[in-house]
Protein backbone atom coordinates (compact mmCIF):
# COMPACT_ATOMS: atom_id res chain seq x y z
CA UNK A 1 0.00 0.00 0.00
CA UNK A 2 1.49 3.53 -1.19
CA UNK A 3 1.85 5.94 2.51
CA UNK A 4 0.71 8.94 0.16
CA UNK A 5 -2.49 10.46 1.28
CA UNK A 6 -3.52 10.99 -2.54
CA UNK A 7 -5.81 13.42 -3.31
CA UNK A 8 -8.53 10.09 -4.09
CA UNK A 9 -7.81 7.13 -1.76
CA UNK A 10 -9.95 4.55 -4.12
CA UNK A 11 -7.79 5.04 -7.31
CA UNK A 12 -4.83 3.82 -8.13
CA UNK A 13 -2.45 6.13 -9.73
CA UNK A 14 -0.23 5.09 -12.87
CA UNK A 15 3.81 6.41 -11.83
CA UNK A 16 4.84 9.35 -13.76
CA UNK A 17 8.51 9.22 -14.78
CA UNK A 18 9.56 10.77 -17.67
CA UNK A 19 8.31 13.82 -19.52
CA UNK A 20 8.57 14.37 -23.76
CA UNK A 21 7.39 18.34 -24.94
CA UNK A 22 3.62 17.55 -25.03
CA UNK A 23 4.31 13.58 -23.42
CA UNK A 24 4.38 11.72 -20.34
CA UNK A 25 5.23 8.93 -20.08
CA UNK A 26 4.76 6.29 -17.38
CA UNK A 27 7.01 2.78 -15.97
CA UNK A 28 5.65 0.97 -17.55
CA UNK A 29 6.58 2.43 -20.82
CA UNK A 30 2.90 3.86 -21.61
CA UNK A 31 3.15 7.57 -23.79
CA UNK A 32 0.05 10.33 -22.36
CA UNK A 33 -0.49 13.22 -24.77
CA UNK A 34 -1.30 15.84 -22.35
CA UNK A 35 -3.99 17.68 -23.90
CA UNK A 36 -4.98 19.68 -20.37
CA UNK A 37 -1.47 20.70 -19.06
CA UNK A 38 -2.49 18.53 -16.01
CA UNK A 39 -4.43 21.57 -15.47
CA UNK A 40 -4.01 24.15 -17.47
CA UNK A 41 -0.38 24.58 -15.76
CA UNK A 42 2.35 22.81 -18.05
CA UNK A 43 2.15 25.42 -20.92
CA UNK A 44 5.81 24.73 -21.88
CA UNK A 45 5.47 21.13 -22.25
CA UNK A 46 7.91 18.97 -20.48
CA UNK A 47 11.71 18.99 -20.27
CA UNK A 48 11.90 22.56 -21.64
CA UNK A 49 15.83 22.96 -21.38
CA UNK A 50 16.25 26.69 -21.01
CA UNK A 51 13.60 26.44 -18.28
CA UNK A 52 16.24 23.29 -16.79
CA UNK A 53 19.38 25.13 -17.39
CA UNK A 54 17.73 28.46 -15.60
CA UNK A 55 16.67 26.32 -12.71
CA UNK A 56 20.03 24.47 -12.48
CA UNK A 57 21.60 28.09 -12.62
CA UNK A 58 19.89 29.85 -9.76
CA UNK A 59 19.97 26.86 -7.41
CA UNK A 60 23.67 26.94 -7.65
CA UNK A 61 24.06 30.96 -6.86
CA UNK A 62 20.80 31.00 -4.18
CA UNK A 63 18.00 28.53 -4.24
CA UNK A 64 16.37 30.02 -2.05
CA UNK A 65 16.69 33.58 0.74
CA UNK A 66 13.90 34.38 3.07
CA UNK A 67 11.81 37.40 2.09
CA UNK A 68 12.04 38.93 5.18
CA UNK A 69 15.73 39.58 4.60
CA UNK A 70 16.04 39.64 1.13
CA UNK A 71 14.84 40.57 -2.37
CA UNK A 72 16.48 38.47 -5.19
CA UNK A 73 17.33 39.11 -8.71
CA UNK A 74 14.82 36.60 -10.58
CA UNK A 75 12.21 38.25 -8.08
CA UNK A 76 12.40 41.86 -9.36
CA UNK A 77 12.73 41.04 -12.49
CA UNK A 78 10.06 38.65 -13.10
CA UNK A 79 8.29 41.00 -11.52
CA UNK A 80 9.64 44.15 -13.97
CA UNK A 81 8.38 41.29 -16.77
CA UNK A 82 4.66 41.40 -15.36
CA UNK A 83 4.15 45.02 -14.74
CA UNK A 84 5.36 46.20 -18.34
CA UNK A 85 2.95 43.76 -20.09
CA UNK A 86 0.24 44.07 -17.50
CA UNK A 87 -3.04 45.89 -17.92
CA UNK A 88 -2.78 49.37 -16.75
CA UNK A 89 -2.61 50.20 -13.03
CA UNK A 90 -1.43 46.97 -11.70
CA UNK A 91 2.07 48.09 -10.68
CA UNK A 92 3.31 45.49 -8.04
CA UNK A 93 3.24 41.70 -7.57
CA UNK A 94 3.38 39.86 -4.65
CA UNK A 95 4.58 36.23 -5.53
CA UNK A 96 3.23 32.99 -3.55
CA UNK A 97 3.27 29.23 -4.22
CA UNK A 98 -0.31 28.95 -6.16
CA UNK A 99 -3.12 29.67 -6.99
CA UNK A 100 -5.25 29.53 -3.48
CA UNK A 101 -2.73 31.10 -2.19
CA UNK A 102 -2.84 34.15 -4.70
CA UNK A 103 -6.52 34.16 -3.79
CA UNK A 104 -6.12 34.51 -0.15
CA UNK A 105 -3.28 37.85 -0.89
CA UNK A 106 -5.89 38.74 -3.35
CA UNK A 107 -9.11 38.72 -0.55
CA UNK A 108 -6.08 40.39 2.42
CA UNK A 109 -5.49 43.06 0.20
CA UNK A 110 -8.91 44.05 -0.55
CA UNK A 111 -9.69 43.64 2.70
CA UNK A 112 -6.65 45.91 4.36
CA UNK A 113 -6.96 48.24 1.44
CA UNK A 114 -10.43 49.72 2.48
CA UNK A 115 -9.13 49.07 6.19
CA UNK A 116 -6.23 51.86 5.21
CA UNK A 117 -8.84 54.30 3.84
CA UNK A 118 -11.11 54.37 6.51
CA UNK A 119 -13.67 52.15 5.14
CA UNK A 120 -13.86 49.27 7.21
CA UNK A 121 -17.01 48.43 6.42
CA UNK A 122 -16.60 47.04 3.22
CA UNK A 123 -16.21 43.09 4.09
CA UNK A 124 -18.30 41.48 2.05
CA UNK A 125 -17.45 39.79 -1.54
CA UNK A 126 -19.69 38.87 -4.43
CA UNK A 127 -18.59 36.29 -6.70
CA UNK A 128 -20.49 34.16 -8.98
CA UNK A 129 -22.07 30.16 -9.20
CA UNK A 130 -19.80 27.70 -10.51
CA UNK A 131 -16.65 29.22 -10.08
CA UNK A 132 -13.74 28.01 -8.22
CA UNK A 133 -10.93 29.86 -6.41
CA UNK A 134 -9.58 27.16 -4.60
CA UNK A 135 -9.56 25.30 -1.82
CA UNK A 136 -7.86 27.39 1.07
CA UNK A 137 -10.98 28.08 3.44
CA UNK A 138 -10.88 32.20 1.65
CA UNK A 139 -10.80 31.05 -1.73
CA UNK A 140 -13.26 27.58 -1.06
CA UNK A 141 -16.13 30.39 0.63
CA UNK A 142 -15.40 32.47 -2.62
CA UNK A 143 -16.14 29.90 -5.51
CA UNK A 144 -19.54 29.35 -5.63
CA UNK A 145 -19.08 25.24 -6.97
CA UNK A 146 -21.07 23.60 -4.54
CA UNK A 147 -19.95 19.95 -4.95
CA UNK A 148 -16.70 21.30 -3.65
CA UNK A 149 -18.10 23.57 -0.65
CA UNK A 150 -20.92 21.79 0.59
CA UNK A 151 -18.85 19.22 2.72
CA UNK A 152 -17.06 22.03 4.63
CA UNK A 153 -20.02 24.50 5.28
CA UNK A 154 -20.68 26.53 6.70
CA UNK A 155 -17.64 28.44 5.39
CA UNK A 156 -15.97 30.95 7.23
CA UNK A 157 -16.37 34.34 5.50
CA UNK A 158 -19.77 35.78 3.71
CA UNK A 159 -19.83 35.78 0.28
CA UNK A 160 -23.08 36.37 -2.00
CA UNK A 161 -23.19 34.70 -5.15
CA UNK A 162 -25.13 35.51 -8.92
CA UNK A 163 -25.33 34.16 -12.00
CA UNK A 164 -22.32 33.58 -14.14
CA UNK A 165 -21.87 34.31 -17.63
CA UNK A 166 -22.65 31.34 -19.68
CA UNK A 167 -24.43 32.07 -22.90
CA UNK A 168 -24.84 27.82 -23.31
CA UNK A 169 -27.50 28.15 -20.52
CA UNK A 170 -28.04 31.33 -19.69
CA UNK A 171 -28.87 33.21 -22.72
CA UNK A 172 -32.75 33.34 -23.11
CA UNK A 173 -34.73 32.74 -26.18
CA UNK A 174 -34.57 35.32 -27.78
CA UNK A 175 -32.20 37.52 -26.01
CA UNK A 176 -29.04 39.08 -27.54
CA UNK A 177 -26.00 38.76 -26.34
CA UNK A 178 -25.80 42.70 -25.31
CA UNK A 179 -29.25 42.38 -23.49
CA UNK A 180 -27.69 39.42 -21.57
CA UNK A 181 -24.64 41.07 -20.18
CA UNK A 182 -26.78 43.99 -19.34
CA UNK A 183 -29.09 42.11 -17.59
CA UNK A 184 -26.37 40.48 -15.67
CA UNK A 185 -25.03 42.92 -14.60
CA UNK A 186 -28.18 44.68 -13.28
CA UNK A 187 -28.08 41.39 -11.24
CA UNK A 188 -25.01 42.04 -9.84
CA UNK A 189 -25.93 46.05 -9.23
CA UNK A 190 -28.81 44.56 -7.38
CA UNK A 191 -26.55 42.09 -5.06
CA UNK A 192 -24.96 45.09 -4.11
CA UNK A 193 -27.36 47.42 -3.63
CA UNK A 194 -29.26 44.62 -1.58
CA UNK A 195 -26.13 44.21 0.87
CA UNK A 196 -25.71 48.03 1.10
CA UNK A 197 -22.49 49.15 -0.90
CA UNK A 198 -20.71 50.50 1.81
CA UNK A 199 -20.56 47.00 2.96
CA UNK A 200 -19.08 45.37 -0.33
CA UNK A 201 -15.68 44.84 -0.77
CA UNK A 202 -14.93 42.90 -4.30
CA UNK A 203 -16.13 41.60 -7.23
CA UNK A 204 -14.35 38.25 -8.50
CA UNK A 205 -14.46 36.40 -11.31
CA UNK A 206 -12.46 34.53 -13.72
CA UNK A 207 -12.91 35.97 -17.16
CA UNK A 208 -12.77 32.73 -19.16
CA UNK A 209 -14.29 30.56 -16.48
CA UNK A 210 -12.07 26.89 -16.00
CA UNK A 211 -12.61 24.29 -13.91
CA UNK A 212 -16.53 24.15 -13.25
CA UNK A 213 -17.50 25.61 -16.29
CA UNK A 214 -15.57 23.92 -18.36
CA UNK A 215 -13.52 27.23 -20.69
CA UNK A 216 -16.95 29.34 -20.94
CA UNK A 217 -15.67 33.19 -22.26
CA UNK A 218 -18.11 35.78 -21.24
CA UNK A 219 -20.39 37.69 -23.98
CA UNK A 220 -18.72 40.55 -25.19
CA UNK A 221 -19.18 43.54 -23.47
CA UNK A 222 -20.14 41.66 -19.73
CA UNK A 223 -17.22 42.72 -18.39
CA UNK A 224 -16.70 46.10 -19.06
CA UNK A 225 -20.58 46.61 -17.65
CA UNK A 226 -19.32 44.63 -14.68
CA UNK A 227 -16.13 47.20 -14.71
CA UNK A 228 -18.68 50.40 -14.38
CA UNK A 229 -20.59 48.58 -11.83
CA UNK A 230 -18.00 48.34 -9.69
CA UNK A 231 -16.76 51.77 -9.96
CA UNK A 232 -20.39 52.83 -9.82
CA UNK A 233 -20.35 51.54 -5.67
CA UNK A 234 -16.38 51.68 -5.27
CA UNK A 235 -15.74 48.50 -5.25
CA UNK A 236 -12.49 46.94 -6.21
CA UNK A 237 -12.66 44.29 -9.14
CA UNK A 238 -10.62 41.03 -8.34
CA UNK A 239 -10.37 38.55 -11.82
CA UNK A 240 -8.67 35.60 -11.35
CA UNK A 241 -6.79 34.51 -14.23
CA UNK A 242 -4.96 31.48 -12.43
CA UNK A 243 -6.31 29.30 -15.14
CA UNK A 244 -6.91 31.58 -18.12
CA UNK A 245 -3.90 33.47 -17.78
CA UNK A 246 -0.23 33.51 -19.05
CA UNK A 247 -1.24 33.38 -22.10
CA UNK A 248 -3.27 30.46 -22.27
CA UNK A 249 -5.94 32.08 -24.32
CA UNK A 250 -3.54 33.85 -26.86
CA UNK A 251 -2.58 37.04 -24.47
CA UNK A 252 -0.54 37.45 -21.75
CA UNK A 253 -4.03 38.33 -19.54
CA UNK A 254 -7.26 37.22 -20.58
CA UNK A 255 -8.10 40.84 -19.72
CA UNK A 256 -6.92 42.43 -22.24
CA UNK A 257 -9.25 40.68 -24.46
CA UNK A 258 -12.36 42.19 -22.42
CA UNK A 259 -10.64 45.61 -22.81
CA UNK A 260 -10.98 46.16 -18.72
CA UNK A 261 -8.42 46.14 -16.11
CA UNK A 262 -8.51 45.20 -12.82
CA UNK A 263 -7.64 46.19 -8.81
CA UNK A 264 -6.04 42.93 -8.41
CA UNK A 265 -5.31 39.65 -10.88
CA UNK A 266 -4.15 36.65 -9.44
CA UNK A 267 -2.11 34.17 -11.84
CA UNK A 268 -0.78 31.06 -10.89
CA UNK A 269 -0.38 27.71 -13.01
CA UNK A 270 0.94 28.77 -16.63
CA UNK A 271 3.56 31.47 -14.58
CA UNK A 272 5.88 28.55 -13.92
CA UNK A 273 4.37 25.98 -16.25
CA UNK A 274 4.66 23.86 -13.43
CA UNK A 275 8.61 23.83 -13.63
CA UNK A 276 8.53 25.35 -10.26
CA UNK A 277 5.21 26.17 -8.39
CA UNK A 278 4.46 29.45 -8.24
CA UNK A 279 1.53 32.11 -7.95
CA UNK A 280 1.21 35.69 -8.00
CA UNK A 281 -1.18 38.78 -7.05
CA UNK A 282 -1.08 41.50 -9.28
CA UNK A 283 -1.54 44.94 -7.45
CA UNK A 284 -2.87 48.16 -8.55
CA UNK A 285 -1.43 51.17 -7.97
CA UNK A 286 -3.78 52.65 -5.54
CA UNK A 287 -4.26 49.46 -3.14
CA UNK A 288 -0.12 49.53 -2.75
CA UNK A 289 -0.34 53.36 -2.46
CA UNK A 290 -2.76 53.08 0.25
CA UNK A 291 -1.06 50.13 2.11
CA UNK A 292 2.65 52.06 1.80
CA UNK A 293 1.10 55.44 3.13
CA UNK A 294 -0.63 53.47 5.90
CA UNK A 295 0.31 50.58 7.83
CA UNK A 296 3.33 49.94 5.44
CA UNK A 297 3.20 46.21 5.70
CA UNK A 298 1.23 43.55 4.50
CA UNK A 299 0.68 40.83 6.82
CA UNK A 300 0.47 37.77 4.66
CA UNK A 301 3.95 36.30 4.54
CA UNK A 302 4.63 33.09 4.01
CA UNK A 303 8.03 30.78 4.11
CA UNK A 304 8.18 30.03 0.66
CA UNK A 305 6.76 33.53 -1.05
CA UNK A 306 9.15 35.16 -3.77
CA UNK A 307 10.98 32.18 -3.60
CA UNK A 308 14.41 32.62 -5.97
CA UNK A 309 14.25 29.32 -7.54
CA UNK A 310 10.67 29.35 -8.50
CA UNK A 311 10.57 33.39 -9.85
CA UNK A 312 13.81 31.74 -12.13
CA UNK A 313 11.76 29.60 -13.38
CA UNK A 314 9.09 31.31 -14.25
CA UNK A 315 11.06 33.98 -15.41
CA UNK A 316 12.89 31.95 -18.06
CA UNK A 317 9.38 30.08 -18.72
CA UNK A 318 7.70 33.31 -19.78
CA UNK A 319 10.71 34.95 -21.75
CA UNK A 320 10.83 31.34 -23.34
CA UNK A 321 7.18 32.20 -24.59
CA UNK A 322 7.93 35.45 -25.60
CA UNK A 323 11.25 35.13 -27.39
CA UNK A 324 9.56 32.03 -29.70
CA UNK A 325 6.70 34.03 -30.14
CA UNK A 326 3.93 31.34 -28.91
CA UNK A 327 0.94 33.71 -28.48
CA UNK A 328 0.04 34.17 -31.78
CA UNK A 329 0.54 30.85 -31.91
CA UNK A 330 -1.82 30.24 -29.02
CA UNK A 331 -4.57 31.74 -31.32
CA UNK A 332 -3.78 29.60 -34.38
CA UNK A 333 -3.82 25.82 -32.01
CA UNK A 334 -6.96 27.05 -30.45
CA UNK A 335 -8.62 27.80 -33.84
CA UNK A 336 -7.22 24.73 -35.30
CA UNK A 337 -8.46 22.76 -32.52
CA UNK A 338 -11.80 24.18 -32.40
CA UNK A 339 -12.54 23.90 -35.80
CA UNK A 340 -11.52 19.95 -35.64
CA UNK A 341 -13.45 19.48 -32.51
CA UNK A 342 -16.42 21.05 -34.17
CA UNK A 343 -15.95 19.17 -37.22
CA UNK A 344 -15.67 15.57 -35.19
CA UNK A 345 -18.23 16.28 -32.15
CA UNK A 346 -20.61 19.39 -33.13
CA UNK A 347 -23.34 16.76 -34.40
CA UNK A 348 -22.46 14.10 -31.52
CA UNK A 349 -25.51 13.33 -29.56
CA UNK A 350 -24.00 13.91 -26.15
CA UNK A 351 -21.86 16.68 -26.56
CA UNK A 352 -24.25 20.28 -26.31
CA UNK A 353 -21.59 22.79 -26.34
CA UNK A 354 -17.82 23.07 -27.72
CA UNK A 355 -16.70 26.70 -26.51
CA UNK A 356 -13.37 28.13 -25.12
CA UNK A 357 -10.59 30.69 -26.69
CA UNK A 358 -6.89 30.23 -27.61
CA UNK A 359 -5.59 26.59 -26.35
CA UNK A 360 -8.36 26.76 -23.26
CA UNK A 361 -11.16 24.95 -25.08
CA UNK A 362 -14.21 22.74 -23.35
CA UNK A 363 -16.81 20.45 -24.24
CA UNK A 364 -20.21 20.07 -22.42
CA UNK A 365 -21.47 16.82 -21.97
CA UNK A 366 -25.14 16.15 -22.27
CA UNK A 367 -27.79 13.12 -22.03
CA UNK A 368 -30.06 14.85 -24.45
CA UNK A 369 -29.11 17.56 -26.66
CA UNK A 370 -32.38 19.06 -27.38
CA UNK A 371 -33.16 20.03 -24.09
CA UNK A 372 -29.50 20.36 -22.47
CA UNK A 373 -30.65 17.84 -19.95
CA UNK A 374 -27.43 17.16 -17.74
CA UNK A 375 -26.36 13.36 -17.40
CA UNK A 376 -27.20 11.88 -13.95
CA UNK A 377 -24.46 12.71 -11.75
CA UNK A 378 -24.74 9.12 -10.65
CA UNK A 379 -23.37 7.65 -14.01
CA UNK A 380 -20.32 9.39 -13.10
CA UNK A 381 -19.72 10.22 -16.80
CA UNK A 382 -16.75 12.87 -16.22
CA UNK A 383 -14.95 10.16 -14.13
CA UNK A 384 -15.68 7.44 -16.73
CA UNK A 385 -14.31 9.94 -19.56
CA UNK A 386 -10.93 10.86 -17.80
CA UNK A 387 -9.89 6.76 -17.26
CA UNK A 388 -11.08 6.01 -21.09
CA UNK A 389 -9.26 8.71 -22.17
CA UNK A 390 -6.28 7.72 -20.19
CA UNK A 391 -6.28 4.28 -21.57
CA UNK A 392 -6.16 5.96 -24.71
CA UNK A 393 -3.24 7.45 -24.17
CA UNK A 394 -4.50 11.29 -23.62
CA UNK A 395 -4.69 13.15 -20.47
CA UNK A 396 -7.64 15.73 -20.24
CA UNK A 397 -10.01 17.36 -18.08
CA UNK A 398 -13.25 16.18 -17.55
CA UNK A 399 -15.05 17.10 -14.45
CA UNK A 400 -18.47 17.71 -13.05
CA UNK A 401 -20.00 21.44 -12.90
CA UNK A 402 -23.19 22.95 -10.71
CA UNK A 403 -25.95 23.26 -13.30
CA UNK A 404 -29.11 24.84 -10.93
CA UNK A 405 -27.89 22.53 -8.28
CA UNK A 406 -27.69 19.91 -10.08
CA UNK A 407 -23.78 18.09 -11.38
CA UNK A 408 -23.24 18.50 -15.12
CA UNK A 409 -20.30 17.55 -16.97
CA UNK A 410 -17.60 18.76 -18.81
CA UNK A 411 -13.90 18.16 -20.66
CA UNK A 412 -11.51 20.72 -20.49
CA UNK A 413 -8.56 20.64 -22.84
CA UNK A 414 -5.61 23.49 -22.02
CA UNK A 415 -2.78 21.81 -23.98
CA UNK A 416 1.21 23.12 -23.82
CA UNK A 417 1.80 26.27 -26.64
CA UNK A 418 4.19 23.88 -28.04
CA UNK A 419 2.07 21.63 -30.16
CA UNK A 420 2.49 20.71 -33.75
CA UNK A 421 -0.59 20.42 -35.63
CA UNK A 422 -0.61 16.72 -35.73
CA UNK A 423 -1.14 16.44 -32.02
CA UNK A 424 -4.49 18.67 -32.61
CA UNK A 425 -5.71 15.35 -34.30
CA UNK A 426 -3.85 13.22 -32.01
CA UNK A 427 -5.98 14.59 -29.30
CA UNK A 428 -9.27 14.58 -31.11
CA UNK A 429 -8.92 10.93 -32.53
CA UNK A 430 -8.06 9.76 -28.88
CA UNK A 431 -10.95 11.82 -27.40
CA UNK A 432 -13.59 9.96 -29.92
CA UNK A 433 -12.20 6.60 -28.55
CA UNK A 434 -12.05 7.73 -24.81
CA UNK A 435 -16.01 9.08 -25.72
CA UNK A 436 -17.04 5.82 -27.31
CA UNK A 437 -15.68 3.80 -24.56
CA UNK A 438 -17.19 6.12 -21.69
CA UNK A 439 -20.63 6.51 -23.27
CA UNK A 440 -21.13 3.99 -25.47
CA UNK A 441 -20.91 4.29 -29.59
CA UNK A 442 -23.09 6.73 -31.32
N1 LIG B 1 -8.42 29.83 -9.28
C1 LIG B 1 -8.70 29.15 -10.40
C2 LIG B 1 -9.48 29.83 -11.49
C3 LIG B 1 -8.27 27.84 -10.56
O1 LIG B 1 -8.56 27.17 -11.68
C4 LIG B 1 -7.50 27.24 -9.53
C5 LIG B 1 -6.97 25.82 -9.65
N2 LIG B 1 -7.67 24.96 -10.46
C6 LIG B 1 -7.23 27.99 -8.38
C7 LIG B 1 -7.69 29.29 -8.30
C8 LIG B 1 -6.42 27.41 -7.26
O2 LIG B 1 -5.10 27.24 -7.64
P1 LIG B 1 -4.14 26.20 -6.90
O3 LIG B 1 -4.70 24.84 -7.17
O4 LIG B 1 -2.80 26.45 -7.53
O5 LIG B 1 -4.14 26.54 -5.46
Not at 47 to 71: C, L, M, N, P, W
Not at 72 to 86: C, N, Q
Not at 311 to 326: E, H, K, N, S
Amino acid sequence: MSHVFHRSLTQDYPTAIKGEGPYLIDDQGRRYLDACGGAAVSCLGHSDTAVTEAIREQVGKVAYAHTAFFTTEPMEALADFLVERAPAGLESVYFVSGGSEAMEAALKLARQYFIEIGQPRRRHLIARRQSYHGNTLGALATGGNAWRRQQFEPLLIDVSHVSPCYAYRGLQEGETPEAYAVRLADELEAEILHLGAENVMAFVAEPVVGATMGAVPAVPGYFKRVREVCDRHGILLILDEVMCGMGRTGTLFAAEQEGITADLITIAKGLGAGYQPIGATLVSRRIRDAIASGSGFFQHGHTYIGHATACAAALAVQTTIQQRDLLPRVCELGEGLQRRLTERFGEHPHIGDIRGRGLFQGLELVADRATKTAFDPERKVNARVKQAAMQAGLMCYPMGGTIDGRLGDHILLAPPFILEESHLDEIVDKLDIALRSALGSR
